[in-house]
């Protein structure tokens, strides 16, 4: 089937209904706005008001201006997720959401080292976390038809996200400046990062806890991945698997760099992988169009998944003016390994579901691109078992979904 699916409102149940995953997803820019008033109010903690409406309208907005805007919110979310309980609830709540919609599996990432302080080390952190997704997997592993085989059960893994820049955002980041007076910037934060892979791959060894990744955020410009290789380097060699923002706010050689300094598996936003406008003067490449074409090939032909968040682009981008101008129908023409993700539920305000829609009505998608954008997100899933375990489970989800999709317009 080559027709291209007609969204109708009436196709909204089968895509809430079938497997699911969200594999770009970050646990502070997804707390759920009455959960972030009641902590709020329970630790005194400022917030420009105390009403959903209200926090909607000053904070958590419909547009942002910019990716700094945008970026604001987490200091709000940050600030109540800085004991275990608060972090545990967090992370179970945004597992309920996300099992609401027939998301299956998830990928669950956070930066520890915002969290650190001196009630919890990193350990704990992560620990508290791990809590709340597992309790929340528990719960809906337990119902009927998970446990007959009916239906595939609820997986997670959770990724470890350093950042490419930091000022002292919280009481772990001011002591690690403090201690470190003399040390040039970029290196600092390369040390940082470096201790963050490390500390991820011993607590994932001594816990068991499925800390599946390692991950790169912050602004790129200025801050370019080579600074990071030492951290990713010892992903890498501890078979911790890597992905990172890049060609969100930077262009094809961000992308480039997280490829080849940092051993990136997938990237997280890819926007302006074709974007020969954001290739500088100072990068001595001659012929930009070809360099894109050579990357974009590369990317394809590695299946290097890029994970893309429609909406969050449309918010932090400003030159992004309409969906249908997104790179999204570029990926999809130059046959690349993509996931529909969501990046962050409530600064987004935004779904798995909604995220499909929109690209339903924007990118005129086959059946089988349909099909493909789903089944990627679990085949390129960083997924906390044995090859095996994995391949077991990505073919449960499949034959669900083939089931789910019989005889209706998604059919391939």
């Known amino acids: 089937m080559n027709k291209a699916i007609q969204y109708s409102p009436e196709l909204k149940p089968l895509i809430e209904k079938i497997p699911k995953t969200d594999i770009h997803v970050h646990l502070d820019g997804c707390v759920r706005l009455e959960t972030l008033i009641e902590i709020a109010q329970a630790e005194n903690i400022e917030l420009p008001s105390y009403t959903v409406d209200g926090l909607n309208e000053l904070v958590f907005k419909d547009?942002?201006?910019n990716l700094v805007e945008y970026l604001k919110t987490f200091g709000y979310s940050c600030a109540v997720m800085q004991k275990p309980e608060y972090l545990e609830r967090v992370a179970f709540e945004m597992a309920e959401d996300n099992q609401a919609e027939g998301v299956r599996y998830m990928e669950v990432r956070f930066a520890p080292q915002l969290h650190i302080n001196n009630e919890m080390d990193m350990a704990a952190v992560i620990g508290a976390v791990n809590r709340g997704l597992e309790n929340a997997?528990?719960?809906?592993?337990?119902?009927?038809?998970?446990?007959?085989?009916?239906?595939?059960?609820?997986?997670?893994?959770?990724?470890?996200?350093a950042l490419r820049s930091f000022g002292p955002y919280s009481q772990y980041y001011a002591n690690f400046i403090d201690a470190h007076q003399f040390s040039d910037k970029n290196r600092l934060f390369g040390l940082c990062s470096l201790e963050l892979a490390q500390g991820a791959v011993q607590t994932r060894d001594k816990s068991g806890i499925p800390i599946v990744a390692f991950d790169l955020a912050g602004a790129e410009h200025g801050n370019p991945a080579k600074y990071h290789a030492e951290a990713f380097e010892f992903a890498?060699?501890?078979?911790?698997?890597?992905?990172?923002?890049?060609?969100?706010a930077y262009g094809p050689t961000s992308i480039f760099q997280a490829i080849t300094d940092l051993y990136a598996d997938r990237i997280g936003h890819g926007f302006h992988l074709f974007n020969a406008g954001r290739i500088e003067e100072n990068e001595a490449i001659k012929d930009?169009?070809?360099?894109?074409?050579?990357?974009?090939?590369?990317?394809?032909?590695?299946?290097?998944?890029?994970?893309?968040?429609?909406?969050?682009?449309?918010?932090?981008?400003?030159?992004?003016?309409?969906?249908?101008?997104?790179?999204?129908?570029?990926?999809?023409?130059?046959?690349?390994s993509c996931s529909i993700c969501t990046d962050n539920r409530t600064v987004s305000k935004t779904s798995v579901t909604n995220e499909i829609i929109l690209a339903l009505q924007n990118f005129e998608l086959t059946p089988n691109q349909f099909k493909n954008l789903i089944v990627y997100g679990f085949k390129r899933a960083f997924f906390p078992d044995i090859y095996t375990g994995k391949r077991d489970y990505v073919r449960q989800c499949i034959d669900y979904y083939e089931k789910v999709v019989k005889g209706t317009p998604l059919e391939a």
């Open 63 to 65: 547009n942002y201006e």
């Open 236 to 248: 890498h060699e501890n078979f911790l698997a890597k992905t990172v923002h890049a060609g969100e």
């Open 137 to 161: 997997q528990k719960a809906f592993n337990s119902r009927p038809g998970v446990k007959s085989g009916e239906e595939p059960p609820f997986n997670y893994g959770i990724i470890t996200s």
């Open 288 to 336: 930009r169009q070809r360099y894109i074409e050579n990357l974009a090939d590369f990317i394809a032909e590695k299946r290097i998944t890029i994970e893309v968040c429609l909406t969050s682009n449309l918010q932090t981008i400003p030159e992004l003016q309409s969906l249908q101008n997104h790179s999204f129908r570029k990926m999809l023409n130059h046959n690349l």
